[in-house]
Nanobody
Framework: QVQLVESGGGLVQAGGSLRLSCAAS????????MGWFRQAPGKEREFVAA????????YHADYVKGRFTISRDNAKNTVYLQMNTLNAEDTSVYYC??????????????????????WGQGTQVTVSS
């Protein structure tokens, strides 16, 4: 059974940093994309970043480029989201998700929540201004 468990959220001041972790278990994810999404109260879930597990190829939403970085550790079966220069608009619940890779690879397909089959429970990030 696939499990995705996020951790690392919390309260941080504007300008600060957090690193979120997503521990993945239950299968091999070498044929998967792993994504980070976020959802603020009253808003739709939005794409943050994705990584193709096997190749390590990454893709970040424009509004986080230069501030957030997605990465993965094969040995630990864990995906990370390093978040720097946080601001109040980054306050959200952050979710880790997994989607089976389909070919040919269309990275934009992995920016929509409906592409993902597995989801974690989410971790709250609150940025105080």
């Amino acid at each position: 059974q696939v499990q995705l468990v996020e951790s690392g959220g919390g309260l941080v001041q504007a300008g600060g940093s957090l690193r979120l972790s997503c521990a993945a278990s239950g299968r091999s994810f070498s044929g998967y994309f792993m994504g980070w999404f976020r959802q603020a109260p009253g808003k739709e879930r939005e794409f943050v970043a994705a990584i193709r597990w096997s190749a390590g190829t990454t893709y970040h939403a424009d509004y986080v480029k230069g501030r957030f970085t997605i990465s993965r550790d094969n040995a630990k079966n864990t995906v990370y989201l390093q978040m720097n220069t946080l601001n109040a608009e980054d306050t959200s619940v952050y979710y880790c998700a997994a989607a089976r890779s389909t070919y040919p690879i269309d990275i934009y397909a992995y920016t929509v929540p409906q592409k993902y089959s597995y989801w974690g429970q989410g971790t709250q990030v609150t940025v105080s201004s």
